[in-house]
């Protein structure tokens, strides 16, 4: 068979999307169901079609395929299932406004029907973006298999989840204070409320009492425009200071409306005054003070957050102006008692921080209750498991104190909420199935609610839509659940826990069996990657710099589980040189393995493809280096895959990063050249051997990571047919994992090699503290005793060559080392190489006496400086210490030279 070698240098660009595009249509990623095979399936979180690939997602997928090609290789029948999600906010956000960008249109101008064709446009022209960006990282997803949140299947799932919550009863629809937010002008569920703390005032106003011979009361509050709809004034229960004013009235200040005082749990008696405002249509917890004492509620701000009319004069005005003018009011009335700065928490749009407002609104909701108690069982029993576990804390904490959830948003684009209402009786009709006439009075005049319902309803059931859910589908019954769930951590509430209370209502089980969570890439000084910071970074320009194993590398390498990471450039370009290292070795290792007409020379397995024969070599004449070698790799096996079934990707990566690196390129390698350049044609054959075997299975170990190199450097290898390789085909990326055995771990050559590595470290050290040449050759003592003395002995070689040793001798213990020679102490013995081995002493007098010289000459200018009485009267005495300073320096270092030279004079006499 004619060879052919890697080129000279790495560039990944010369390969990268090559082998992606082979390994997709070869069909690599593909999987179907097959009832002889284990599945191990994931679902990954579909990312936005407004978006791009950022490094949240790098790193998200890169674990996902790391997870995914270790499984495939391993022989379970692996499937990814790649997505996308339709985002409702954000994409008709951006179709809005490039709509009025470019037309000068609003959506209204166009209706819904036009409207959402434009944003299917959109889709079409730039849903596929991130697709083709996952390729570039090297996702090995099915592809096949890619689903859409608003996809036909994906809506008729969500159709039937809606109709079958609303038929138990665990979907209504009712007028409750709501997130409502003004810019995007929809409702927002809890989750999707971002709390920030800002820097704010309290403002404390006098209520003057409604009745003469009562009590003025003063309440504090950061937010004063909201005054216009307070309904009470709440204090605390059982508190004296308010124990003669409950039941009373005071007049809502300027506005003149008088409200009662009531007693309730709710007021903080520590915070301001005690006494809060109640204003049930703007504040959640003021909206349940007003339900248990049944209070009239009354709503001052519009959907634009400008006041309604409620405001009186200051209608029309957006909610901070009217702040600002009304507060000024307050003021020059006489009502503003002080005014203090605070932290104010603040709940924000997670799309577009804009702050939202509590508004009481008619919307659909999901009763959480009952839901919630199956979800919360799944992870106490350990039918579901997070990883790291300290996240179960948090995902049990919001599911104890959950609200009921508002699921209607008011959108035109996203998945359209499936009731309908009768024009002629009011009957409402919740139906999979688009009603043609009312089934309580036979009107056809039907029309469709108007609200579309919240993207994470339909996100939630993504583990078993995208798998034909509510079909009985062969794929839902084989692949369901998934295994692993990964993702970041900041999405547990918004995602993770409403997958698990859908899919334990809808299929009994949970959706997959871990929950693997990641933390946030930060940049290199720990801040979160945004727009307003102007710190993100791409990671397709990283790919076109660095290559997308690297990337893949040092974000794999990069994370532990729950943790979030710093991205530095010098990481990426550790992982590009590291990449790098692993092809020139590579490139000399498949050198070595052709004769000039490029044909394979013979190997010691007899088969000429670096293929094992018997788990034990029994047969090949192994040397201890090669023993060493196998045994090291045979640990690493064990090592990378308990760590990759246990999540610790990056202890994985850098044991396999050890063995490339250290262990095979340089050790391995530097031991056996002598080998490969002799005349023992038998012993030439042993090393090919095991050069190519031990690759082989390092390349598998590493191909999860760094896909493409390692399928590169594949193909230039030998190899049988794909069968006996133990592969589905010829590519790598079928290959099978390789297996621990305790016939591969040789102990004794381990500690042999390993003592020879010590020894060869610690005169390489010793050479170079001296700054003696590593051409320059050296003689060595070695003491020690007992089975060190003959591990150590039997590592001669290894120490002569590497080490540039012209003679060793060993002694043991009891016997004197030599004097005058440097020591070096390693595990089980002591090495002695003499000082003139180091040094070479004419040559070391020569460059003493040099410098002997030239200090005297400074030591000689320096006193003749401070003997100068003009520089002493007119210098400054800054200069004149500096001086003297230097005196004593150059005096101190013309001493130690001095005994330098008068000791190597000495040793030049013996």
Same mark, same amino acid.
């Given at each position: 068979?004619?060879?052919?070698?890697?080129?000279?240098?790495?560039?990944?660009?010369?390969?990268?999307?090559?082998?992606?595009?082979?390994?997709?249509?070869?069909?690599?990623?593909?999987?179907?169901?097959?009832?002889?095979?284990?599945?191990?399936?994931?679902?990954?979180?579909?990312?936005?079609?407004?978006?791009?690939?950022?490094?949240?997602?790098?790193?998200?997928?890169?674990?996902?395929?790391?997870?995914?090609?270790?499984?495939?290789?391993?022989?379970?029948?692996?499937?990814?299932?790649?997505?996308?999600?339709?985002?409702?906010?954000?994409?008709?956000?951006?179709?809005?406004?490039?709509?009025?960008?470019?037309?000068?249109?609003?959506?209204?101008?166009?209706?819904?029907?036009?409207?959402?064709?434009?944003?299917?446009?959109?889709?079409?022209?730039?849903?596929?973006?991130?697709?083709?960006?996952?390729?570039?990282?090297?996702?090995?997803?099915?592809?096949?298999?890619?689903?859409?949140?608003?996809?036909?299947?994906?809506?008729?799932?969500?159709?039937?989840?809606?109709?079958?919550?609303?038929?138990?009863?665990?979907?209504?629809?009712?007028?409750?204070?709501?997130?409502?937010?003004?810019?995007?002008?929809?409702?927002?569920?809890?989750?999707?409320?971002?709390?920030?703390?800002?820097?704010?005032?309290?403002?404390?106003?006098?209520?003057?009492?409604?009745?003469?011979?009562?009590?003025?009361?003063?309440?504090?509050?950061?937010?004063?425009?909201?005054?216009?709809?307070?309904?009470?004034?709440?204090?605390?229960?059982?508190?004296?200071?308010?124990?003669?004013?409950?039941?009373?009235?005071?007049?809502?200040?300027?506005?003149?409306?008088?409200?009662?005082?009531?007693?309730?749990?709710?007021?903080?008696?520590?915070?301001?005054?005690?006494?809060?405002?109640?204003?049930?249509?703007?504040?959640?917890?003021?909206?349940?003070?007003?339900?248990?004492?049944?209070?009239?509620?009354?709503?001052?701000?519009?959907?634009?957050?400008?006041?309604?009319?409620?405001?009186?004069?200051?209608?029309?005005?957006?909610?901070?102006?009217?702040?600002?003018?009304?507060?000024?009011?307050?003021?020059?009335?006489?009502?503003?008692?002080?005014?203090?700065?605070?932290?104010?928490?603040?709940?924000?749009?997670?799309?577009?921080?804009?702050?939202?407002?509590?508004?009481?609104?008619?919307?659909?909701?999901?009763?959480?209750?009952?839901?919630?108690?199956?979800?919360?069982?799944?992870?106490?029993?350990?039918?579901?498991?997070?990883?790291?576990?300290?996240?179960?804390?948090?995902?049990?904490?919001?599911?104890?104190?959950?609200?009921?959830?508002?699921?209607?948003?008011?959108?035109?684009?996203?998945?359209?909420?499936?009731?309908?209402?009768?024009?002629?009786?009011?009957?409402?009709?919740?139906?999979?199935?688009?009603?043609?006439?009312?089934?309580?009075?036979?009107?056809?005049?039907?029309?469709?609610?108007?609200?579309?319902?919240?993207?994470?309803?339909?996100?939630?059931?993504?583990?078993?839509?995208?798998?034909?859910?509510?079909?009985?589908?062969?794929?839902?019954?084989?692949?369901?659940?998934?295994?692993?769930?990964?993702?970041?951590?900041?999405?547990?509430?918004?995602?993770?826990?409403?997958?698990?209370?859908?899919?334990?209502?809808?299929?009994?089980?949970?959706?997959?069996?871990?929950?693997?969570?990641?933390?946030?890439?930060?940049?290199?000084?720990?801040?979160?990657?945004?727009?307003?910071?102007?710190?993100?970074?791409?990671?397709?320009?990283?790919?076109?710099?660095?290559?997308?194993?690297?990337?893949?590398?040092?974000?794999?390498?990069?994370?532990?589980?729950?943790?979030?990471?710093?991205?530095?450039?010098?990481?990426?370009?550790?992982?590009?040189?590291?990449?790098?290292?692993?092809?020139?070795?590579?490139?000399?290792?498949?050198?070595?393995?052709?004769?000039?007409?490029?044909?394979?020379?013979?190997?010691?397995?007899?088969?000429?493809?670096?293929?094992?024969?018997?788990?034990?070599? &029994?047969?090949?004449?192994?040397?201890?280096?090669?023993?060493?070698?196998?045994?090291?790799?045979?640990?690493?096996?064990?090592?990378?895959?308990?760590?990759?079934?246990?999540?610790?990707?990056?202890?994985?990566?850098?044991?396999?990063?050890?063995?490339?690196?250290?262990?095979?390129?340089?050790?391995?390698?530097?031991?056996?050249?002598?080998?490969?350049? &002799?005349?023992?044609?038998?012993?030439?054959?042993?090393?090919?051997?095991?050069?190519?075997?031990?690759?082989?299975?390092?390349?598998?170990?590493?191909?999860?990571?760094?896909?493409?190199?390692?399928?590169?450097?594949?193909?230039?290898?030998?190899?049988?047919?794909?069968?006996?390789?133990?592969?589905?085909?010829?590519?790598?990326?079928?290959?099978?994992?390789?297996?621990?055995?305790?016939?591969?771990?040789? &102990?004794?050559?381990?500690?042999?090699?390993?003592?020879?590595?010590?020894?060869?470290?610690?005169?390489?050290?010793?050479?170079?503290?001296?700054?003696?040449?590593?051409?320059?050759?050296?003689?060595?003592?070695?003491?020690?005793?007992?089975?060190?003395?003959?591990?150590?002995?039997?590592?001669?070689?290894?120490?002569?060559?590497?080490?540039?040793?012209?003679?060793?001798?060993?002694?043991?213990?009891?016997?004197?080392?030599?004097?005058?020679?440097?020591?070096?102490?390693?595990?089980?013995?002591?090495?002695?190489?003499?000082?003139?081995?180091?040094?070479?002493?004419?040559?070391?007098?020569?460059?003493?006496?040099?410098?002997?010289?030239?200090?005297?000459?400074?030591?000689?200018?320096?006193?003749?400086?401070?003997?100068?009485?003009?520089?002493?009267?007119?210098?400054?005495?800054?200069?004149?210490?500096?001086?003297?300073?230097?005196?004593?320096?150059?005096?101190?270092?013309?001493?130690?030279?001095?005994?330098?030279?008068?000791?190597?004079?000495?040793?030049?006499?013996?």
């Amino acid at each position: 068979m004619i060879m052919k070698n890697l080129s000279k240098t790495y560039d990944p660009k010369e390969f990268e999307d090559r082998l992606y595009a082979m390994w997709e249509e070869s069909g690599s990623f593909h999987s179907d169901v097959d009832p002889d095979r284990k599945p191990f399936t994931i679902v990954m979180p579909p990312p936005n079609i407004t978006g791009k690939l950022h490094m949240g997602h790098a790193l998200d997928q890169t674990l996902q395929d790391v997870l995914i090609r270790y499984k495939r290789m391993r022989g379970y029948n692996a499937l990814w299932i790649p997505g996308s999600d339709h985002a409702s906010i954000a994409t008709e956000v951006k179709v809005a406004n490039r709509l009025r960008d470019e037309e000068g249109l609003e959506k209204e101008d166009l209706g819904r029907e036009a409207f959402l064709e434009r944003v299917w446009d959109w889709k079409r022209e730039f849903g596929g973006t991130i697709t083709r960006q996952c390729r570039k990282l090297g996702d090995s997803c099915d592809w096949s298999r890619e689903r859409f949140t608003m996809d036909e299947g994906c809506s008729k799932a969500v159709r039937a989840f809606f109709v079958r919550l609303y038929n138990r009863g665990l979907i209504y629809r009712g007028k409750r204070l709501i997130n409502w937010c003004p810019s995007c002008k929809t409702s927002l569920s809890d989750a999707e409320v971002e709390h920030e703390d800002k820097q704010g005032e309290y403002w404390y106003f006098r209520y003057p009492a409604a009745e003469e011979g009562g009590k003025d009361i003063v309440v504090a509050t950061s937010r004063p425009e909201t005054m216009f709809g307070d309904v009470a004034i709440a204090v605390p229960e059982n508190d004296p200071r308010y124990k003669d004013m409950v039941g009373q009235k005071v007049v809502l200040p300027l506005v003149g409306r008088e409200i009662p005082i009531v007693e309730d749990p709710y007021p903080d008696p520590e915070k301001g005054t005690g006494a809060v405002k109640i204003t049930p249509a703007h504040d959640p917890n003021d909206f349940e003070v007003g339900q248990r004492h049944d209070l009239e509620v009354l709503s001052c701000i519009n959907e634009d957050a400008t006041m309604n009319e409620l405001a009186g004069k200051y209608a029309g005005m957006d909610r901070y102006e009217c702040r600002k003018q009304w507060v000024a009011d307050l003021e020059a009335a006489g009502y503003l008692v002080k005014v203090e700065n605070m932290t104010i928490p603040a709940g924000t749009c997670y799309r577009c921080h804009t702050v939202i407002e509590p508004m009481l609104s008619e919307q659909w909701f999901v009763k959480m209750e009952e839901l919630a108690k199956p979800a919360l069982e799944a992870a106490e029993k350990g039918d579901l498991e997070f990883v790291p576990d300290r996240f179960v804390k948090i995902y049990n904490h919001w599911l104890e104190d959950i609200r009921d959830w508002c699921i209607s948003r008011q959108l035109w684009w996203g998945h359209r909420i499936p009731a309908w209402y009768c024009d002629e009786c009011g009957e409402t009709i919740v139906s999979e199935e688009d009603p043609t006439v009312c089934p309580k009075c036979g009107s056809k005049h039907l029309h469709q609610d108007e609200d579309v319902l919240d993207t994470w309803f339909s996100s939630a059931l993504w583990p078993f839509s995208t798998l034909g859910w509510p079909e009985e589908t062969p794929e839902l019954k084989y692949y369901y659940p998934t295994d692993v769930l990964v993702t970041g951590y900041d999405i547990i509430f918004f995602w993770v826990v409403r997958m698990v209370f859908s899919a334990l209502e809808e299929t009994d089980q949970v959706p997959f069996k871990y929950v693997y969570l990641h933390g946030l890439v930060r940049d290199s000084q720990g801040r979160k990657m945004s727009k307003s910071l102007g710190n993100g970074i791409d990671p397709l320009e990283e790919i076109d710099r660095f290559g997308a194993d690297a990337l893949r590398f040092m974000l794999s390498n990069g994370i532990t589980p729950g943790n979030d990471m710093r991205y530095q450039e010098s990481k990426i370009l550790s992982a590009r040189n590291f990449a790098n290292k692993l092809w020139n070795a590579s490139r000399f290792v498949i050198m070595n393995l052709q004769d000039e007409e490029g044909n394979f020379l013979p190997m010691a397995d007899g088969e000429g493809m670096g293929l094992a024969r018997t788990a034990d070599f &029994s047969g090949i004449a192994l040397k201890d280096e090669d023993k060493w070698m196998i045994s090291r790799l045979n640990d690493a096996v064990q090592y990378v895959t308990s760590a990759i079934d246990n999540f610790d990707l990056a202890l994985a990566s850098q044991r396999v990063y050890d063995l490339i690196w250290n262990e095979f390129c340089d050790w391995y390698i530097e031991f056996v050249k002598k080998r490969l350049w &002799s005349d023992d044609e038998e012993d030439k054959a042993v090393v090919r051997f095991v050069l190519v075997m031990v690759l082989k299975e390092e390349l598998k170990l590493l191909h999860p990571f760094m896909p493409f190199i390692t399928e590169e450097i594949w193909d230039f290898l030998p190899h049988a047919d794909a069968e006996k390789e133990g592969c589905r085909n010829e590519y790598l990326i079928s290959a099978k994992w390789p297996e621990f055995s305790e016939s591969r771990c040789f &102990s004794e050559e381990e500690q042999i090699v390993n003592m020879a590595m010590e020894a060869i470290t610690a005169i390489r050290n010793a050479r170079a503290e001296a700054e003696a040449a590593p051409s320059r050759s050296l003689t060595a003592v070695i003491q020690a005793d007992g089975e060190d003395l003959d591990r150590i002995r039997s590592g001669e070689r290894y120490i002569r060559d590497l080490a540039n040793l012209s003679d060793m001798t060993f002694i043991n213990g009891g016997q004197e080392g030599p004097e005058d020679a440097v020591s070096k102490v390693i595990a089980g013995a002591q090495i002695f190489i003499p000082m003139a081995d180091l040094v070479d002493f004419e040559e070391e007098y020569q460059r003493l006496s040099k410098e002997k010289k030239r200090l005297e000459g400074e030591v000689a200018r320096a006193e003749k400086k401070l003997a100068n009485q003009g520089f002493l009267a007119k210098a400054p005495e800054s200069v004149v210490n500096e001086e003297k300073e230097k005196k004593v320096r150059y005096e101190e270092m013309l001493r130690n030279v001095s005994e330098q030279l008068q000791t190597v004079a000495e040793k030049i006499q013996k």
